[in-house]
């Protein structure tokens, strides 16, 4: 496997663990619960939110592989240079956002198992756990969009993909729906991964911007 190969398949790698990172911590308390409900929460399943956060900072680490797997694939088309930019952009944002959260939940996990902690400190950690969550639908917004703009309009991803991607990345900055649009991004991530993996851009920068969109993606009207 090569270097290219290893960076898209690390999208399928962001899923599982994220994914596992969700089942893990399991349904949190809401923003508005009272305090004890809080304190009971993290008192009670302290174990599993802290193996949750771990879970969820690896898989950040792993995002911002997939992510530099697609600005390679949007560079080497060399027709979107500023979409390149902001794929680039939006997985810092992303995995940063991430990682934060997943220091959060790890530090909920340590604190919500020590008797003499102070019942403020955990609510003041929930909150931020839930707001951190902003930024990274912030950065994958912008990943998605990158991936949608490319894909659609010079089909450097295949539109079944670039498609979805639009819908996914303008629903993560709908609060309403943000959360759902990220768990959905989840499986497109799986099938993007295999699609860089399995159709990967060819050519230097330079020669992928030929004319034929078939030659951006693997297609075969590209060898006709």
């Not at 956060?53 to 898989?59: C, F, K, P, R, V």
């Not at 969009?145 to 670039?162: D, E, N």
Request: charge should be positive; proline fraction near 5%.
């Amino acid at each position: 496997m090569n270097r290219q190969n290893a960076l898209a398949y690390s999208g399928i790698g962001f899923a599982v663990l994220t994914a596992a990172a969700f089942l893990t911590i399991g349904p949190i308390p809401r923003d508005d619960a009272a305090i004890a409900t809080i304190t009971a929460y993290y008192g009670g399943h302290h174990g599993q939110v802290y193996l949750g956060g771990i879970l969820l900072g690896y898989a950040a680490i792993l995002l911002a592989a997939f992510g530099v797997a697609i600005w390679d694939r949007i560079r080497r088309a060399d027709r979107h240079p500023a979409a390149a930019g902001t794929a680039l952009a939006g997985t810092a944002i992303a995995a940063v956002g991430q990682l934060a959260t997943a220091s959060v939940y790890v530090a909920l996990g340590e604190l919500g198992g020590k008797p003499g902690t102070a019942t403020g400190a955990l609510q003041a950690l929930h909150a931020l756990g839930t707001g951190l969550s902003l930024a990274t639908a912030g950065g994958v917004a912008l990943l998605l969009l990158a991936v949608a703009a490319t894909g659609i309009s010079a089909r450097v991803f295949p539109r079944w993909l670039a498609w979805p991607a639009f819908v996914l990345g303008t629903g993560q900055m709908v609060i309403p729906v943000s959360f759902t649009a990220f768990l959905i991004t989840i499986p497109w991530a799986i099938a993007a991964s295999i699609v860089l993996a399995l159709r990967p851009a060819e050519g230097s920068p330079g020669l992928a911007g030929s004319e034929s969109p078939g030659a951006l993606t693997g297609h075969p009207a590209a060898k006709s």
